[in-house]
């Protein structure tokens, strides 16, 4: 591939990497093809990153970092308190670059700009949370003070569902405490990244200290291996999360990295049913499903799934699926190959004894006949041991799982290799408390479908949904892009003379 790169206009033909504070277009001739997924079409390819290109964005991060972490505190807030300016004024921009390649509408791609944007927010306020902390005359006339220093370059990898959100939610706060950054973001829908590069050059970030390498395993590689390189965040699958976690840590760096989910929604019989339909429809169907948040079963507990199933299904026939330009609903799926993936779920779903209530395959979008589309899917008495219910579908297919009680719902979620997040629905208060102590998930929603936690907490899950101990964002954030320092302090008087070689003691 030898087009010209550039950034991020309509008509670029290729995506190119972003080092140094500026469009960068790589040495390597490999690229890959970047969908329109609500006309099937190639809109512009991507540049895949040689280990050679990563050398150069690491090379940039490093050389920026002993400025950048000189900089004052107030100097670097005041970059994101600009950015968040420019983010906040031309929200729209970003998310019609969303929705063009990633396919989610416009509503919700809006909704992506507003969680991330929040982030930025947390990340303007850090200031407060890099205040150590000190204790005087631990000994006499001794002071001990805890400091927290950036670590230095950081890499960020992501996913393709969340393209602007999840890198948000780590470069604000590692580039508000000194680090600098490589992003690799998704090769589906890499123009996001460049904007935000752009608008954090606008802002009067210095050069370097925010850098995007496009690609994909041959990029990931070189960061995860690269000494220059101090940690990495990841998003993304199971199977990647894990490896990415045990390459990562092996060359000695610290990890926090995210993984896939199976999100599950507990309905109790004294649910309002109404509510708890519209609930499983938004966190089911929202996103195609493509949402590591999204719920994909549905545990009522009988007497009550017959009534909750009909409410759902007839939810289903109002929702508009189709281009997300054209105020739909519900928009395409990522690529034609994850679609075909998601829709064989329903065959093998049916086969293995399930009930299909809604067919996704049937619907008639409002859109592009070559469309990566799939409607709402809704399956009935799903068991644990079938695909549908052990596999993430990252697709709008909602499994129906009918228990006897809440005991038996909870052994479900417990049982399940994923802890995400989860969601209890009921008015029963003692039940709900239970639910939030009882339940081995990262992320609980009480009447809450989503409940994704807002940027001054921290996100999240437990079990194969996350490897290392540190969650995104909030505080958890401000501790993995800093690490401590303890400095004890002698101001020496004459009374201090005298040779000791005992070990110190406090006096
Ligand atoms: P993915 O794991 O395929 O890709 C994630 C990133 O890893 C991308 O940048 C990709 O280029 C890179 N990658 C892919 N395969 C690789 C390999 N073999 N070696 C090295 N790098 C590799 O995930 P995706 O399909 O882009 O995103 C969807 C997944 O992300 C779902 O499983 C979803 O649950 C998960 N996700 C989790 C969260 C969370 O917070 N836990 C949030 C969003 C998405």
Same mark, same amino acid.
């Given at each position: 591939?030898?087009?010209?790169?550039?950034?991020?206009?309509?008509?670029?033909?290729?995506?190119?990497?972003?080092?140094?504070?500026?469009?960068?277009?790589?040495?390597?001739?490999?690229?890959? #093809?970047? &969908?329109?997924?609500?006309?099937?079409?190639?809109?512009?390819?991507?540049?895949?990153?040689?280990?050679?290109?990563?050398?150069?964005?690491?090379?940039?991060?490093?050389?920026?970092?002993?400025?950048?972490?000189?900089?004052?505190?107030?100097?670097?807030?005041?970059?994101?308190?600009? &950015?968040?300016?420019?983010?906040?004024?031309?929200?729209?921009?970003?998310?019609?670059?969303?929705?063009?390649?990633?396919?989610?509408?416009?509503?919700?791609?809006?909704?992506?700009?507003?969680?991330?944007?929040?982030?930025?927010?947390?990340? /303007?306020?850090?200031?407060?949370?890099?205040?150590?902390?000190?204790?005087?005359?631990?000994?006499?006339?001794?002071?001990?003070?805890?400091?927290?220093?950036?670590?230095?370059?950081?890499? $960020?990898?992501?996913? !393709?569902?969340?393209?602007? %959100?999840?890198?948000?939610? !780590?470069?604000?706060?590692?580039?508000?405490?000194?680090?600098?950054?490589?992003?690799?973001?998704?090769?589906?829908?890499?123009?996001?990244?460049?904007?935000?590069?752009?608008?954090?050059?606008?802002?009067? *970030?210095?050069?370097?200290?925010?850098?995007?390498?496009?690609?994909?395993?041959?990029?990931?590689?070189?960061?995860?291996?690269?000494?220059? $390189?101090?940690?990495?965040? &990841?998003?993304?699958?199971?199977?990647?999360?894990?490896?990415?976690?045990?390459?990562?840590?092996?060359?000695?760096?610290?990890?926090?990295?995210?993984?896939?989910?199976?999100?599950? %929604?507990? @309905?109790?019989?004294?649910?309002?049913?109404?509510?708890?339909?519209?609930?499983?429809?938004?966190?089911?169907?929202?996103?195609?499903?493509?949402? /590591?948040?999204?719920?994909?079963? *549905?545990?009522?507990?009988?007497?009550?799934?017959? #009534?909750?199933?009909?409410?759902?299904?007839?939810?289903?026939?109002?929702?508009?699926?189709?281009?997300?330009?054209?105020? /739909?609903? %519900?928009?395409?799926?990522?690529?034609?190959?994850?679609?075909?993936?998601?829709?064989?779920?329903?065959?093998?779903?049916?086969?293995?004894?399930?009930?299909?209530?809604?067919?996704?395959?049937?619907?008639?979008?409002?859109?592009?006949?070559?469309? !990566?589309?799939?409607?709402?899917?809704?399956?009935?008495?799903?068991?644990?041991?079938?695909? @549908?219910?052990?596999?993430?579908?990252?697709?709008?297919?909602?499994?129906?799982?009918?228990?006897?009680?809440?005991? #038996?719902?909870?052994?479900? $979620?417990?049982?399940?290799?994923?802890?995400?997040?989860?969601?209890?629905?009921?008015?029963?208060?003692?039940?709900?408390?239970?639910?939030?102590?009882?339940?081995?998930?990262?992320?609980?929603?009480?009447?809450?479908?989503?409940?994704?936690?807002?940027?001054?907490?921290?996100?999240?899950?437990?079990?194969?949904?996350?490897?290392?101990?540190?969650?995104?964002?909030?505080?958890?954030?401000?501790?993995? &892009?800093?690490?401590?320092?303890? $400095?004890?302090?002698?101001?020496?008087?004459?009374?201090?003379?005298?040779?000791?070689?005992? !070990?110190?003691?406090?006096?």
């Amino acid at each position: 591939m030898t087009t010209a790169p550039t950034t991020t206009s309509p008509t670029t033909a290729t995506v190119a990497h972003w080092v140094d504070g500026r469009p960068y277009p790589g040495t390597s001739t490999r690229s890959g #093809e970047v &969908f329109d997924p609500a006309t099937g079409e190639v809109a512009r390819r991507v540049a895949h990153a040689s280990a050679d290109d990563v050398e150069a964005a690491v090379a940039s991060a490093r050389a920026a970092f002993p400025a950048w972490r000189a900089a004052s505190l107030a100097r670097r807030t005041q970059v994101l308190f600009a &950015f968040r300016e420019l983010l906040a004024a031309r929200r729209e921009e970003l998310a019609a670059i969303l929705t063009a390649e990633h396919g989610k509408v416009l509503s919700d791609a809006l909704g992506e700009v507003a969680r991330g944007l929040e982030v930025v927010e947390f990340a /303007c306020g850090i200031a407060h949370l890099l205040k150590g902390s000190t204790s005087e005359n631990v000994s006499t006339g001794v002071d001990v003070s805890s400091v927290r220093q950036p670590l230095g370059p950081v890499a $960020i990898i992501s996913p !393709f569902n969340f393209p602007a %959100m999840v890198p948000m939610w !780590f470069f604000p706060i590692a580039i508000a405490a000194g680090n600098t950054v490589v992003l690799k973001p998704s090769e589906k829908d890499p123009s996001a990244s460049l904007w935000m590069a752009e608008r954090l050059a606008e802002a009067g *970030l210095p050069a370097g200290v925010f850098n995007v390498v496009q690609g994909e395993k041959t990029a990931v590689d070189a960061l995860l291996t690269h000494p220059d $390189i101090k940690a990495v965040s &990841f998003v993304g699958s199971t199977p990647v999360a894990r490896y990415v976690y045990e390459t990562a840590t092996s060359h000695g760096k610290r990890v926090q990295a995210l993984g896939g989910a199976k999100n599950h %929604m507990v @309905v109790l019989p004294d649910a309002d049913l109404d509510l708890a339909a519209d609930a499983a429809v938004n966190a089911g169907y929202g996103s195609a499903g493509e949402r /590591c948040m999204a719920i994909s079963a *549905l545990v009522v507990v009988e007497p009550v799934a017959d #009534e909750l199933v009909a409410k759902i299904a007839e939810r289903t026939g109002s929702l508009r699926v189709g281009d997300g330009r054209r105020g /739909c609903d %519900m928009g395409p799926l990522i690529t034609r190959a994850h679609r075909d993936r998601v829709a064989g779920y329903i065959d093998a779903g049916r086969e293995a004894g399930a009930e299909v209530v809604v067919d996704g395959r049937g619907v008639e979008p409002d859109g592009a006949a070559e469309g !990566f589309w799939l409607g709402p899917t809704l399956l009935d008495r799903v068991t644990p041991g079938m695909s @549908v219910y052990t596999d993430e579908i990252f697709g709008p297919v909602l499994s129906v799982v009918r228990v006897g009680s809440y005991e #038996e719902a909870l052994e479900i $979620i417990n049982a399940n290799p994923y802890g995400n997040g989860t969601a209890i629905f009921t008015n029963d208060g003692g039940a709900a408390r239970r639910f939030g102590s009882e339940v081995e998930v990262g992320m609980v929603g009480i009447n809450v479908p989503i409940p994704v936690p807002v940027g001054y907490h921290s996100f999240g899950g437990w079990k194969n949904s996350l490897f290392g101990d540190t969650h995104a964002y909030g505080p958890d954030g401000v501790h993995f &892009f800093t690490r401590t320092k303890a $400095i004890t302090t002698r101001w020496l008087d004459p009374s201090h003379g005298g040779i000791n070689l005992g !070990f110190p003691q406090h006096s």
